[in-house]
């Protein structure tokens, strides 16, 4: 039996923001969680979000103060491009702590653990060099955003 349980969320970049929580709330009856707008890498406004699917997955869409080039998808198989990383889900902090576990080993990761408030993950990259995290959802109703966020260092 796998320690994950699905999907947690997938992160994306999109040009307006307005429009694609639209309609992601209209076609799906998606609800959107959270709709931060925080200071960006390098200067102006990022903008993201956490739309909630049902079943404890989200979208966690990006618009960036400036265009990456990467906002665009395609319906071409192998040039889709506007998916920044997948983050898979666990239940509970004893599961994150034994993939924690697991991928510092397989030194697939720091094994740092970043608190969000609302969400907990840990960051790792797979052997292709993809970026991708395990997270869970905790029971705060407030996401903090990146200045704010917690670190919760591996002990050596």
Same mark, same amino acid.
């Given at each position: 039996?796998?320690?994950?349980?699905?999907?947690?969320?997938?992160?994306?970049?999109?040009?307006?923001?307005?429009?694609?929580?639209?309609?992601?709330?209209?076609?799906?009856?998606?609800?959107?969680?959270?709709?931060?707008?925080?200071?960006?890498?390098?200067?102006?406004?990022?903008?993201? =979000?956490?739309?909630?699917?049902?079943?404890?997955? %989200?979208?966690?869409?990006?618009?960036?103060?400036? +265009?990456? !080039?990467? &906002?665009?998808?395609?319906?071409?198989?192998?040039?889709?491009?506007?998916?920044?990383?997948?983050?898979?889900?666990?239940?509970?902090?004893?599961?994150?702590?034994?993939?924690?576990?697991?991928?510092?080993?397989?030194?697939? =990761?720091?094994?740092?653990?970043?608190?969000?408030? %609302?969400?907990?993950?840990?960051?790792?990259?797979? +052997?292709? !060099?993809? &970026?991708?995290?395990?997270?869970?959802?905790?029971?705060?109703?407030?996401?903090?955003?990146?200045?704010?966020?917690?670190?919760?260092?591996?002990?050596?």
């Amino acid at each position: 039996m796998p320690v994950t349980v699905g999907a947690h969320h997938l992160t994306l970049f999109t040009h307006d923001m307005d429009r694609f929580i639209r309609f992601y709330e209209e076609i799906f009856d998606a609800e959107t969680k959270f709709d931060l707008s925080e200071p960006g890498p390098g200067g102006g406004t990022l903008r993201h =979000s956490l739309i909630d699917f049902g079943g404890g997955f %989200a979208l966690h869409p990006f618009q960036m103060p400036e +265009p990456t !080039g990467y &906002e665009d998808g395609s319906m071409q198989m192998g040039k889709r491009g506007h998916i920044d990383h997948l983050a898979l889900k666990v239940h509970d902090e004893e599961c994150l702590q034994e993939v924690r576990r697991r991928l510092v080993k397989a030194s697939a =990761s720091d094994g740092t653990i970043t608190d969000f408030g %609302a969400v907990r993950l840990v960051t790792f990259k797979d +052997p292709d !060099g993809m &970026e991708g995290e395990v997270a869970r959802w905790t029971d705060s109703k407030r996401v903090l955003g990146f200045e704010e966020r917690k670190r919760e260092l591996w002990p050596d």
